[in-house]
């Protein structure tokens, strides 16, 4: 396969996963935005949406306060963020586009009428708490359409497997960020870890991955921090945590390894990223500190995008 081929296949699934995760995050901060202020308490959930999207600092230099309109705006339609959800929607297609030969019918019809009802939705505008929801179920809804295509109709081969290995690398970039800012920014230093400000953050972030239901059958319990950061990083039956992700990353970058002879740098990063969330249990981390591990683990992922770039894209 071509390197300009696989970045395209790498870059088109993340675009869709980040696209996703952004509507995820929105979402869930509506919820929480929506609950009484006694619940809520004195953080601004919008600020901490802007800290998981990564987009503080850019977002601003455009705005002054950030409020649901300023933030839903900036994460969703804005020209100026190229990781908006627009801009994530338009960049896949253009990626789509450039590999239309080594998708199937039902991917690129996928990511093809995403676009196009993006434009009615655009110029329609999200005003009302009605629209915006409907807006974040159809950004949803074209990520489950797109990967369950590529899922049950791709050849399993190269471009399956680069396609997989965006699509995890943006997931556990994701989760990490997520759960990175709830630990080290997102409740406030008076609040008493349990109470009902902690309660329902907590819900929120699993509501983001869409793991509170998976939280319960796991752990049959009451939200507990230790519990909920032991399933988004260390169990690897969650399909969003950080230990599942990697797995799914050395499987493909091994199918890679097979399929062109040869192994390199990105199998044994990944590898070794792998190695040490297994052998982690949660004592060590938090002993450790959750926010190093994750800024760590944020690194090492970053690291592994650039060495998977330089071996096979470029």
Known sequence: MLSRTAENLYWLARYVERAEYLARTI??????????????GKTNEWDSALLTAGVAASF????EEANEHNVVDYLSFSATNPSSIRNCIEAARLNSRSVRTALTSEMWDTINSAWIELQALWSKGTSTREELAKFLRFVQETSLRFDGSAYRTMLRNDAYWFSRLGLHL?????????????YHVLLPEEEHVGGPLD?????????????????HWVYRETLKPWLIADLLILNDTLPRSLASCYGNLVRN??????????????????????????????????????????QEFIADNSRL????????LI
Do not use: C
């Open 27 to 40: 979402d869930a901060t509506l919820r929480v935005t929506a609950l009484p202020a006694t619940y809520v």
């Open 170 to 182: 943006e997931r556990a970039d994701n989760t990490a960020r997520i759960l990175d800012v709830k």
């Open 253 to 294: 970058l091994d199918q890679i390894g097979v399929a062109y002879g040869r192994q390199g740098p990105a199998q044994r990063h990944a590898r070794g990223i792998r190695n040490r969330l297994e052998h982690s249990n949660m004592n060590d981390i938090f002993q450790h500190g959750v926010h190093e591990f994750i």
């Open 199 to 215: 309660f329902y953050q907590w819900s929120s972030i699993l509501r983001s991955v869409s793991a509170l239901t998976a939280y």
């Open 60 to 63: 601003y230099q455009n705005y």
């Open 305 to 312: 995008g650039e060495i998977v770039t330089k071996q096979y």
